[in-house]
Every structure is written in C-alpha cells, then in structure tokens.
C-alpha cells in the first residue's frame, strides 16, 4: 500500500499547518496576478504571454482556519478513492496470501541450495512489482521478519534481507506504471487519464528495477564468498528467526491468483476502456472482496478489516486535504499564477532538458519535508502542471518528474517512518545504511535524470 504515514501524524499535521500559515502570509507579500486560462480537450491550459496583475486578496484568519475543510472537500473524490483502495488491500492483506506464498520460496530456497543466487532477483522483481503496481512501503515492515531469515540461511546477512523487500519496493515505487497513490493521483490533477504512458513507464521500472537488483546482488556475492566484508556482521537481530510459517493453501493461491488477475483489469481498463478513479476504486473494492470469500472471511470480520485499512489511510486523507487547502489559500489570494509566472520566468532561460531536471531536484528536495506521495502530489502537481504547459514540457514528462522525485529519495531519508522502521527492526544503524545504499540512489538518480530527456529531446509523450 501507498507509504502515506512515513512519520507520525502529529507531526505531518504540524508541516502542514505550518505550510497553510506560511501560504496565508504569502498571500500578503505576493503580489497578486493571473493568467488566462483556455479550455483544450478537456484540459484547463494557462496562455503564455497574459499575466497580469490584479488587485491584492491577502487571506486573514479567518480564510487559514476555513483552508482545510475545503481542501478536504476539494478533493473529495481524491480521499475517498486512497480510502477504499487501503480498506480493500487490507482485507487482502489479511488472508496471509502474499506472506504464505514468499514463505513457499523461503522453503525452496532451503529445499535447493544450489539456487539461491536466483532467489534474491526473483523476490527483487516481485517487491518492485508490488511498489509499482499498488505502492507497497510500510509493508515492507511485516516483510523483512521473513527475508531476513532468509537472507541469512543462503548465506547473506541481515543488510541483504532488509534490502530485497525495502529497496526492492522502492525502486518499484519510483519507477511506478501503475501505483493509484501517486501516478493515479498526479495524472488526475494533471486532467490526464490515469495510468496512461504507460508504456514508457514500464521501461523506466525495468531500468530501475535491474539496477537495483544487480547492485543487491554484487553485495550479496561478495559477502557470500567473503563473509568478513559485510558491513553488519557483527549485528544479529535475534528475534527475527521466530517467524510462524503459514502454509500455502489453494484459498491463498486463489487470493494471489485474483491480486495478480486484478493488476492485469486494472492495465487493460485504464489502456483500454478509459477507466478513471471511480472504475479503479470499484476494481480494488471487488479484489477485496472477492478475497474475503476465498478466505472464508465472516461478513463482520471483512467490514473490520476494510475499516482498519481505511482508518491508516487517515493520515493520507488529512493530509491531502491540507495540501489541497494550500492551494485554496493561493488561488483564493491569487498567488500561484505569481509564483507560475516567476518560476516560468526563471526556468523558461534554461533549455526544456535542464528545465525538467529542476522539477525533478524540487520534488525530491521537498519529499524530505514532505514524505507522502498522495500529499505532495496534492501540493505540487497544480503548480507543476500548468508549469510544464508554460515551458512546453507534456503533462506526462511533469508527473514522472514528480514520481522519480517522490520516489528515489524514500530509501534514504530520516524523515521516512518506513526507513527508519525497517532500520530499527533489522537493528542497522542508519549510518551504515546511508554509506551501503546512498551509491544505488545516485545511480538510480542518474537513470532517472536521463530518463526525464526523451520525452523532452526525442517525443512528445501526452
């Protein structure tokens, strides 16, 4: 599922507000200005060359206190879609199905020694998978108390166990074709079908999902020959060995068939039949469901499951809400066509491929603040949007600016709930994590600079 509550909710509840109070003094230092804007199949475009400023509407208490509550409303269809989509994949998380079926390779990684080498890639891949298909993050938390065990009984260590879930997920995560928490979101307010460019997206994910499985398994090699060069090889986290094995009954085979056959709909709706938010929501609420039959699940036991999905979704819920309360607050004191027109007037000197490079460096930079994929895709993507209209870049090269942004950055940041959890688990100090996977981020930074250029250099990508 989505990472939404990288950190504590109390303290994205407090970036936010901060943010809305910072807005509405903005709203008085700012001058205020607007463009006009064109209706051009279906999309709402700003004309270049029409700013013009206008009389002064600083908002006052009154207008930050109201802020929230229409954001929240603004974005109904936002909300409502991240909490169906968490309440339906927690009911499937609760049949066990996708933890039995990596415990079945961790039986056969025992059962055939002479394969492990393809264990590590193969789970790499299935992760990556799972990040970009519906944005697996915090569950990379449950994860890890099985990989690391297993990691450990081929003859790795405990970096190597935390890395194929964690990393595995993340590199899926950035390079998501169809994640509903970020790309879903981002092209909606882009007023772009979801899920489309798909395919240049899955090239994307490939490149990062081999790079990050290859340099998991240079470590795991060299370790496994030499095992005195692992960098925690004097840190055994004890607890993790106790790991009860599920089994991997037909019902979980049937739950993982319908997980896999539900990801497939969900490509050929949105490619084929033009499914939008509402048609994909329904989609997962029918995985989920069907998922609870499977399992045999009570009525009352599946309501109770999708309630508790939905409730840890809250924090992506309020979050969006203020995010999107922001930018009542801009539009309201007619601001953001004047942060636009600055921006475009800054970035508008550079050449569209050094342009789209700092949109990129922007979202990464505020993720640091910011850690919630669906929360900074709320607060950026309508300044970003009409940006890349203004600086002829398409609307798809501007989301995959911000998923990149958002994505890469999650792996090593201490402001993500998730690295730090699965860091305290595996009980690696964060110091030796950031020198072991700082070197996969720069490269896969670099992978992802380079693939912001041929949608900019080579082809239009709408």
């Not at 008085?28 to 700003?46: K, N, S």
């Not at 933890?99 to 394969?115: E, I």
């Not at 909606?188 to 081999?210: D, H, K, N, Q």
């Not at 699965?422 to 009980?427: G, H, T, Y």
Request: proline share 5%; glycine share 8%; charged share 15%.
């Amino acid at each position: 599922m989505k990472t939404e509550a990288k950190i504590k909710l109390p303290d994205t509840l407090v970036i936010m507000s901060g943010i809305l109070l910072v807005m509405t003094i903005l709203t008085w230092v700012i001058d205020a200005g607007e463009f006009e804007r064109v209706e051009v199949d279906g999309r709402t475009l700003v004309v270049p060359g029409t700013y013009t400023e206008v009389e002064s509407s600083g908002q006052g208490i009154a207008d930050l206190l109201i802020s929230p509550i229409k954001g929240l409303i603004g974005a109904a269809q936002i909300i409502a879609f991240v909490l169906v989509v968490g309440g339906a994949f927690q009911i499937i998380q609760k049949t066990d199905a996708i933890q039995a079926g990596l415990q079945r390779m961790v039986k056969y990684a025992t059962d055939y020694p002479s394969q492990k080498h393809f264990i590590i890639p193969l789970l790499t891949i299935l992760f990556s998978l799972a990040g970009a298909t519906f944005g697996m993050s915090e569950e990379t938390l449950v994860f890890i108390l099985v990989t690391i065990p297993l990691a450990k009984s081929l003859g790795y260590d405990s970096l190597v166990g935390v890395a194929i879930p964690f990393l595995g997920a993340g590199a899926g995560f950035a390079g998501a074709f169809s994640n509903p928490f970020t790309i879903g979101i981002a092209q909606a307010i882009a007023e772009i079908a979801p899920f489309s460019g798909i395919g240049y997206r899955l090239i994307v994910w490939t490149l990062m999902t081999f790079t990050t499985t290859f340099f998991i398994m240079r470590y795991a090699i060299k370790i496994s020959k030499k095992p005195e060069h692992s960098l925690v090889k004097n840190i055994t986290p004890e607890t993790l060995e106790k790991t009860e094995f599920l089994g991997f009954n037909t019902k979980k085979k049937w739950v993982l068939f319908i997980l896999f056959s539900g990801i497939a709909c969900l490509i050929f709706g949105v490619t084929q039949l033009g499914w939008y938010i509402n048609e994909i929501a329904a989609l997962f609420l029918v995985m989920g469901l069907l998922s609870a039959i499977v399992e045999r699940m009570s009525a009352n036991s599946t309501a109770d499951y999708f309630m508790q999905g939905a409730k840890e979704m809250l924090t992506a819920a309020m979050v969006i809400g203020f995010s999107r309360g922001v930018l009542v607050l801009a539009e309201d004191g007619k601001i953001i066509d004047t942060i636009l027109y600055s921006m475009s007037s800054i970035i508008s000197e550079l050449p569209p491929y050094i342009s789209v490079q700092s949109m990129f460096f922007f979202q990464t930079f505020l993720n640091f603040f910011i850690p919630s994929g669906s929360g900074q895709a709320a607060l950026t993507m309508p300044i970003m949007t009409p940006l890349s209209d203004l600086l002829g870049i398409s609307r798809q090269t501007a989301v995959l600016a911000f998923q990149l942004g958002d994505g890469l950055s999650n792996m090593i940041i201490p402001t993500s709930g998730v690295t730090m959890g699965v860091l305290s688990i595996a009980k690696i100090p964060y110091q030796i994590w950031l020198k072991w996977a700082l070197p996969l981020v720069l490269i896969l930074t670099v992978i992802g600079m380079l693939a912001l250029l041929p949608p900019v250099l080579l082809f239009y990508w709408p």
